[in-house]
């Protein structure tokens, strides 16, 4: 059964940096690229980009690119999101998810990770 | 920037048909944009419906349809039951903006 565990929620103040961690299981973590999507809470899905872990290739989202970067370490079969000089404006939960076969769909979804910024 | 358009809200009654849409604020939504539809109940991630326009993911009962009319996306739920409540997003690829989320619809049944 493929499954994607994130770490648990976090609060973190402003400037502060932050990882998240997505952990895979039930396939082989190389072969299916992982996307990371921001939910404000309230609001709407927004993908930030994704990343190959077969040579941590990423891509990211024009609204996104400068201030996140992904990461993958396949000794674990986890894949990470960095944030950095994080803002209010950062509070969102944030969910991982797995390309299919066909890179144009996520059918596996971690849980999401809340992340509340406040000083 | 691309920017995809939803309905906000949508009700529809108890078996009826809930048609949501998925648009392009400049130009049309093809097959060449790998159009999307995933179902968000509250609290929860949100779970895959339709993926390139028309393919239904795994375990979607086929009330749930999608398909490319004139210039968008749709969303057809026939059937319409009460636990078809909750947001749908529609996502499609550019090659500029890679992936993009519709603002979302709530859809509501009563």
């Known amino acids: 059964e493929v499954q994607l565990v994130q770490s648990g929620p976090e609060v973190k103040k402003p400037g502060e940096s932050l990882r998240i961690s997505c952990e895979a299981s039930?396939?082989?973590?190389?072969?299916?690229?992982i996307t990371w999507v921001r939910q404000v809470p309230g609001k709407g899905l927004e993908w930030m980009g994704r990343i190959d872990p077969h040579d941590s290739d990423a891509a990211y989202s024009p609204s996104f690119q400068g201030h996140v970067s992904f990461s993958v370490d396949k000794s674990i079969d986890t894949a990470y999101l960095h944030l950095s000089s994080l803002k209010a404006s950062d509070t969102a939960i944030y969910y991982c998810?797995?390309?299919?076969?066909?890179?144009?769909?996520?059918?596996?979804w971690g849980q999401g990770t809340l992340v509340t910024v406040s000083s | 920037q691309t920017v995809v358009t939803q309905e906000p809200s949508f009700s529809v009654s108890p078996g009826g048909t809930a048609t949501l849409t998925c648009g392009l604020t400049s130009g049309s939504v093809s097959s060449s944009n790998y159009p999307g539809w995933y179902r968000q109940a509250p609290g929860q991630a949100p779970r895959p419906l339709i993926f390139?326009?028309?393919t239904r993911s795994f375990g979607v009962p086929d009330r749930f349809s999608g398909s490319i009319l004139g210039t968008k996306s749709v969303l057809t739920i026939t059937g319409a039951q009460a636990d078809d409540e909750g947001d749908y997003y529609c996502v499609v690829y550019t090659r500029s903006d890679f992936w993009v989320f519709g603002g979302g619809t709530k859809l509501t049944v009563l």
């Open positions: 998810a797995r390309h299919g076969v066909n890179i144009q769909f996520w059918p596996f």
């Open positions: 390139n326009s028309n």
């Open positions: 039930g396939y082989t973590f190389s072969t299916y690229w």
